[in-house]
């Protein structure tokens, strides 16, 4: 049997309720229409979970928790093009974490990933009976009960937080030493980034963290007294495309790539995609654009095999202007990484980082060569 709805209609918490009280077995799918998560249930009980969400990944979360960094994260996804094994095995063969903090860690991603679902405003979810993935499952164990509970003191907690950081594009401004007792890595790593000019964004970004994560770090310091918040300087954002139907929106992405306007054109895909996330025609169509501009991308030079060096000083970079994630691709750019290796250890979705390296080059700020 498939149910299907929206969180407008059905909060989170009285789905979990339901699934475990009938003991169900099968795939819970949510999606906001830029994230896809997917929920595994098993006799009333949670055994796994995965999302579509680069930061949710096992590589990046284990970077946002100080258990591995960069270099080994780009190492273990290098090994894992070349075997197809499973990052977490080639983690623990290469000696960068140990098995029982995988497994640990495992638990704690799965949990923070179900944790998130409960801040989404609005999404559409589907239940699968009967239907698990057909690949084997990292087994976990999570009560259901336990889980609800704490995605419920989250969304209180976070509307705590928003009356504080009332946006993710807020600077955090340290008014005493951050650091000072701190011992846990993961913390360490955020309040290190904290400079009264990064914003949340970027310290989720430059942490490979999820903003909850970063927020609540914050919030903790601000409790203390050793933080306040300010805003920022206004970043220019891109326009919003317009409110229209689905295919309208694909269409005019089409049109966008003809004209070599590919942040718009990737902007109306992500739209069309939000609009209709469970129209699998559309979706179909969607990825048949996403190659199109990939194309685009290619020939405008933007490749995998190109190694990006910087065309601008870096003293004349920190007068400038940049979107988060501008900030975190030029911030990875020197020592001869090719644009491939780079992607590795983004969090951000491929499409977009590639798109982010596309308005570099056309800003004049970033070459792409090739050996």
Known sequence: MTIAGSLKTMVLSDIFGWLSNGHSTGTLMVS?????????FRDGAIVSCNST???????HFLVSHG????????AAVGEQDRSGEMIGKILVDQGAVAEAELQRMLALKAEESIFELFLWEDGQFRFLAGELPAYEMVPISLNVTSVTLEGIRRVDEWARIRRFIPSAQCVPVAVRDLLEGETDEARRAVL???????????????????EYFVSEILFQMAASGRLKAVRPRVVSAPAAPPATAAADLVAEARARIVELDLEQALRRLRAAGSLMPDDRDLGREIKTVESELRAKLQEAGVDRGGVPVLAAKTADLGGMSLTPEEGF???RIGGGSDLGSILKISPLPELEALVVFWKLVKAGLVEIRYR
């Open 32 to 40: 906001n229409g830029d994230v896809v998560k997917s929920i595994y």
């Open 53 to 59: 969400d680069p930061r949710e990944f096992l590589g």
């Open 67 to 74: 258990c591995i960094g960069e270099a080994e994260l780009a």
């Open 192 to 210: 290190e980034l904290v400079n009264d000019d990064r914003s949340v964004e970027e310290i989720c970004l430059q942490t490979h963290s999820g």
């Open 329 to 331: 691709i030029l911030s």
